[in-house]
């Protein structure tokens, strides 16, 4: 089926459908342009989400968890799927767009000069009409002519009237107009044998050529086009392998989320190595110690609606007494010292045994790194056109020193958690010996305390509500605080030394004596205060407690 054989009028169609054609490649140059635009923006902005979403320095502890090192690592394959999106847009501009905008130059070029072809045929064969027009208004105009000659010349010929010589000169103009008439029709006749062949071979060969050839370029376009599309499709292709593996890597990462270990991790970080608080001891108010006197001993759990009471604190104000005043909490503390003694035991020891494994480490690479220059100062010198020796000696000096030096840091290391570990232990034991000498509570002791009671009505009970130890509900106490005046219960001596870093909480030397102005009330602080009359909460497994009322049973 050709153009040519089909459409050999029709050249001002052709050449609109071959323009709208192009413009349509115009078009899909555009929309690849824009893809290209929105893939990239794309890429951009899921890079942008990934690096907004990093760890930063002061989360690092929070993605030791396999919840965070999982969303971490799906964070990381998104920007490789987004890279993958990046590669898609270079590819499609690089090559679809390149080679598309290459062949609408070429199309356009091809089909101006198919078009001026057409037009100068169109021209030579609109002459040829024109010529075959003047031809044929001569011989139209000669055949009058010789007519009106003749007809003349029989009226002049059958007049009587007139002399022979006019009616001869009648006959010569008759004879001149149909020779002339003759030659017109006679140029006619050939201008129209041209016209004929000029019109022939442009309706059979010539124009037909012309939209062959657009036909043909048409087609070359709308294969190219296809290829184009099936470009686009691979570069889609390519890269869907890539992204397949990111989302395995991704799902990889959701399978490796193990609660279990994360539970696991959470007791290794923040497990403070307290001992658990004793029972309470039992308090006999039958020996002669006064309601008053036992309920300043007891802890105050009793919460008064009318005045809501809060615990002291070093400034004498009442202050909430939060959760173990805030060990687990946020709290802003101090540049952390060099053997952790400000942490809890066993989150100290842990720190010391980082702290060794990292020296180490660190000692087995500087010493890796002295055998490589030894071996190679052995090399030296057996062949000293390779280097000289005496170049690796400072170095293995400096190497020596910093060997040195981790080594004194690790023995300085070693005996803080050597320290640790005897502290440890000689708090419990310390607190095993303690509280041996609590009280138990007799068949007989309770019959004297259920006399007491019901002797004096409207005595507070003493409950152990750990609850009620810490704080009450923020917006359930007045603003204004009342102050108590804790009365001294007893004695205690620190067995190691303890930095405040909390809230509420006091520092004590070793050895330091102090007084006891509130006991353990089941979360592992007791309340004292110094000679300075300092009040303050510290870590009862660090003291060696002597309780007034256990002198007086």
């Given at each position: 089926m050709s153009w040519g054989a089909e459409l050999w009028d029709q050249y001002d169609?052709?050449?609109?459908?071959?323009?709208?054609?192009?413009?349509?490649?115009?078009?899909?140059?555009?929309?690849?342009?824009?893809?290209?635009?929105?893939?990239?923006?794309?890429?951009?902005?899921?890079?942008?989400?990934?690096?907004?979403?990093?760890?930063?320095?002061?989360?690092?502890?929070?993605?030791?968890?396999?919840?965070?090192?999982?969303?971490?690592d799906m964070v990381n394959e998104l920007h490789d799927?987004?890279?993958?999106?990046?590669?898609?847009?270079?590819?499609l501009q690089g090559n679809v767009m390149k080679d598309m905008q290459n062949l609408i130059a070429e199309l356009k070029q091809e089909r101006k000069r198919l078009l001026n072809e057409g037009q100068k045929i169109q021209e030579q064969l609109n002459k040829s009409y024109q010529h075959l027009d003047r031809a044929k208004n001569r011989y139209e105009k000669g055949f009058k002519e010789a007519e009106k000659t003749m007809e003349s010349y029989r009226k002049a010929?059958?007049?009587?009237?007139?002399?022979?010589?006019?009616?001869?000169?009648?006959?010569?103009?008759?004879?001149?107009?149909?020779?002339?008439?003759?030659?017109?029709?006679?140029?006619?006749?050939?201008?129209?044998?041209?016209?004929?062949?000029?019109?022939?071979?442009?309706?059979?060969?010539?124009?037909?050529?012309?939209?062959?050839?657009?036909?043909?370029?048409?087609?070359?376009?709308?294969?190219?086009?296809?290829?184009?599309?099936?470009?686009?499709?691979?570069?889609?292709?390519?890269?869907?392998?890539?992204?397949?593996?990111?989302?395995?890597?991704?799902?990889?990462?959701?399978?490796?989320?193990?609660?279990n270990n994360d539970s696991r991790l959470v007791i290794d970080r923040n497990k403070s190595g307290f001992p658990k608080p004793d029972d309470i001891p039992f308090e006999d108010l039958s020996l002669g110690q006064?309601?008053?006197?036992?309920?300043?001993?007891?802890?105050?759990?009793?919460?008064?609606?009318?005045?809501?009471?809060?615990?002291?604190?070093?400034?004498?104000?009442?202050?909430?007494?939060?959760?173990?005043?805030?060990?687990?909490?946020?709290?802003?503390?101090?540049?952390?010292?060099?053997?952790?003694?400000?942490?809890?035991?066993?989150?100290?020891?842990?720190?010391?045994?980082?702290?060794?494994?990292?020296?180490?480490?660190?000692?087995?690479?500087?010493?890796?790194e002295r055998e490589g220059m030894l071996k190679m100062k052995d090399v030296y010198c057996n062949n000293p056109a390779l280097g000289d020796p005496t170049t690796l000696d400072k170095k293995v000096e400096e190497n020596a020193q910093k060997i040195d030096g981790l080594r004194q840091e690790l023995q300085k290391f070693e005996g803080y958690l050597s320290d640790a570990e005897n502290n440890s232990s000689r708090g419990r034991d310390k607190r095993n010996s303690t509280s041996d000498d609590s009280i138990s509570m007799t068949a007989s002791e309770s019959s004297v305390i259920q006399r007491q009671d019901n002797s004096l009505p409207g005595t507070p009970q003493t409950q152990h509500n750990v609850t009620n130890v810490y704080?009450?509900?923020?917006?359930?106490?007045?603003?204004?605080?009342?102050?108590?005046?804790?009365?001294?219960?007893?004695?205690?001596?620190?067995?190691?030394?303890?930095?405040?870093?909390?809230?509420?909480?006091?520092?004590?030397?070793?050895?330091?004596?102090?007084?006891?102005?509130?006991?353990?009330?089941?979360?592992?602080?007791?309340?004292?205060?110094?000679?300075?009359?300092?009040?303050?909460?510290?870590?009862?497994s660090y003291l060696q407690c002597h309780l007034y009322e256990v002198d007086q049973v």
């Open positions: 169609t052709i050449a609109h459908h071959t323009q709208r054609g192009i413009e349509f490649n115009e078009k899909f140059t555009h929309f690849l342009k824009e893809r290209c635009t929105i893939e990239l923006d794309y890429a951009r902005s899921l890079k942008k989400l990934v690096r907004n979403f990093q760890p930063r320095k002061k989360e690092e502890d929070e993605y030791q968890f396999t919840w965070a090192k999982g969303f971490i799927v987004a890279s993958q999106h990046e590669v898609v847009a270079e590819n010929d059958a007049d009587i009237n007139l002399s022979r010589a006019e009616v001869e000169k009648t006959r010569m103009l008759m004879n001149t107009k149909a020779q002339l008439c003759e030659e017109c029709k006679n140029e006619y006749a050939a201008q129209l044998l041209t016209t004929n062949q000029h019109q022939s071979n442009f309706y059979t060969s010539l124009m037909p050529e012309v939209f062959q050839q657009l036909q043909q370029m048409d087609e070359k376009r709308i294969n190219r086009l296809k290829d184009f599309i099936h470009q686009c499709a691979d570069v889609e292709a390519n890269v869907i392998p890539i992204i397949n593996t990111c989302i395995d890597g991704m799902k990889k990462a959701a399978n490796n989320i193990d609660a006064s309601i008053e006197n036992s309920n300043n001993v007891t802890p105050k759990n009793t919460i008064d609606h009318k005045n809501t009471s809060k615990l002291a604190t070093l400034s004498g104000k009442s202050k909430k007494r939060t959760g173990l005043f805030g060990l687990f909490g946020s709290s802003k503390t101090d540049d952390q010292k060099e053997d952790f003694s400000d942490l809890p035991p066993n989150q100290r020891r842990r720190k010391l045994t980082q702290k060794i494994d990292s020296i180490k480490k660190e000692m087995a690479k500087e010493s890796a704080a009450p509900v923020d917006g359930d106490v007045d603003d204004e605080e009342d102050e108590f005046n804790y009365p001294v219960i007893g004695t205690c001596r620190a067995l190691y030394r303890f930095e405040a870093v909390n809230e509420g909480s006091v520092p004590m030397d070793e050895n330091e004596e102090m007084f006891i102005i509130e006991q353990d009330q089941g979360d592992g602080w007791t309340r004292i205060r110094k000679d300075d009359n300092i009040e303050g909460f510290v870590p009862t």
